[in-house]
């Protein structure tokens, strides 16, 4: 049975103010790069200003800002209470050379979807968040432990924001952590790790004509990506993510038909399992280029652009089996625990907190990074009372 407080606070969430919350942030190009998220954060600080809560805009870079936000406990003196920390990401991708039918920045709404980009990955999640917090509040709850929400800048690139959080201290009392990514309100217990590597081979210029004169740079980059067929990861199956992948995202080589390349360069996109090591991973990829370029007279280099560990939860930890409780609570369904393949600001807070993680946001992971993204606006609804009836669960609520 619903505690009475949580039950007013989950009657107080107006359908109306929550898409009209979430179309104020669908406005706003946070596209990275630049992602400019200092925008999306102070409307945010507005919003919860409004309500009656305080949040901080905290610059990371000129024009890119994360935002922060608590609602303290009655025990905030207290150094052992529980503080569960909301987190979400405030840039976009882009919009893509597709044409959209619905305006990408419109949050345009066609019966349950609500269009726009963001609306799944992820300022839906964000918003829903904000939104629980907010609707706490109204209701008077007090809560036992501490509730707090970091918006950050630059996930979709490079994490900046996070980093910035784990660095600045910001988050270090965490006890247990959500991150609403898209996951169909799904409890994601695990994903990826992401290791982007920026690949160059250099030959030597020469006339078309005569290419025997010169090294071909192309030609060394394509036996190097013939040999990655035949490249078998070191790794132990995960129960939940499987097995790694690598995909050659962009190539690029050359100046014009007629001349022997002499710089072709390669981005390489490998997510990896737990128990991987990436270090162990760029040595022999380095090695197996070096051992195609050797024999054709050219050089090369490999530089790391990303490097994000995989994040795993234990399934039988607590916090998640009260997670699955309040779904199966709320929704009247069984969810088992799953993982997935993308990566989150977990990858930062996860090594730096050694806390439970659970990604769960309203969003569908399938429309992430599409065209004409778009959002359940009913299970973004359903986001808001998950998010602060788990808050409650986990925090507790002061008796009055």
Same mark, same amino acid.
């Given at each position: ?13 107006n359908e ?7 179309r ?12 400019a998220e200092?925008?999306?954060?102070e ?11 305080r949040?901080?805009v ?8 994360n ?18 920390v ?8 882009p ?12 949050g ?8 726009g ?5 992820m300022?839906?999640g964000v918003? &829903? !968040? #904000? ?6 509040? +109204?209701?008077? *709850?007090?809560?036992? $432990?501490? =509730? ?14 996070a ?12 006890t &247990? !952590? #959500?991150?609403s990514?898209?996951?169909?309100? +799904?409890?994601? *217990?695990?994903?990826? $790790?992401a =290791? ?17 004169q ?17 490249y ?8 939940l ?36 090591v990436?270090a ?26 990303n ?32 993982g ?10 996860g ?9 769960c ?25 998950f ?14």
């Open positions: 049975m619903t505690n009475p407080r949580v039950q007013k606070a989950m009657e107080l969430i109306q103010e929550a898409i009209d919350f979430l104020d942030l669908i406005a706003i190009n946070s596209v990275n790069p630049p992602g200092a925008a999306v954060a409307v945010i600080q507005s919003h919860l200003a409004r309500a009656g809560l949040a901080e905290d610059e990371v870079l000129p024009g890119r800002s935002v922060l936000a608590e609602l303290t406990g009655v025990a905030a003196e207290n150094k052992d209470q529980r503080v569960l909301f987190s979400g990401h405030l840039d976009t991708v919009t893509g050379n597709i044409p959209w039918k619905h305006d990408p920045f419109g345009e709404r066609v019966g349950n979807k609500m269009y980009r963001g609306t799944t990955d300022k839906g918003a &829903a !968040m #904000v939104l629980a917090m907010e609707y706490l509040h +109204r209701a008077g *709850i007090k809560l036992q $432990g501490t =509730l707090r929400f970091a918006g950050t800048a630059g996930e979709e690139v490079d994490c900046l924001g980093k910035a959080v784990a660095a600045r201290g910001q988050v270090d009392d965490a &247990a !952590m #959500v991150i990514e898209p996951s169909s309100n +799904r409890p994601f *217990i695990a994903h990826k $790790g =290791l982007w590597l920026d690949i160059v081979t250099y030959g030597k210029t020469a006339h078309g004509s005569m290419p025997e010169g090294v071909n740079a192309i030609t060394a980059m394509a036996r190097f990506i013939h040999e990655l067929e035949s078998s990861f070191t790794y132990e199956h995960h129960a993510l499987g097995s790694p992948t690598m995909n050659v995202g962009v190539i690029q080589g050359g100046v014009k038909t007629n001349v022997v390349p002499d710089q072709c360069s390669l981005m390489l996109d490998i997510r990896t399992v737990p128990g991987q990436h162990t991973i760029v040595d022999e990829l380095k090695q197996l280029l070096i051992s195609v370029c050797e024999p054709l007279g050219a050089q090369c280099e490999i530089r790391v652009a490097d994000l560990p995989a994040v795993t939860t234990d399934a039988q930890h607590p916090f998640i089996a009260l997670s699955q409780g309040t779904m199966q609570h709320l929704w009247g369904t069984e969810e088992p625990v799953s997935v393949n993308y990566y989150t600001d977990g990858s930062i807070y090594p730096h907190l050694q806390v439970p993680i659970l990604i946001g309203p969003g569908e992971p399938t429309l992430a990074h599409q065209p004409d993204e778009w959002i359940d606006t009913e299970r973004y609804l359903d986001s808001i009372r998010y602060l009836t788990l808050a409650a669960a986990y925090l507790g609520i002061e008796e009055q």
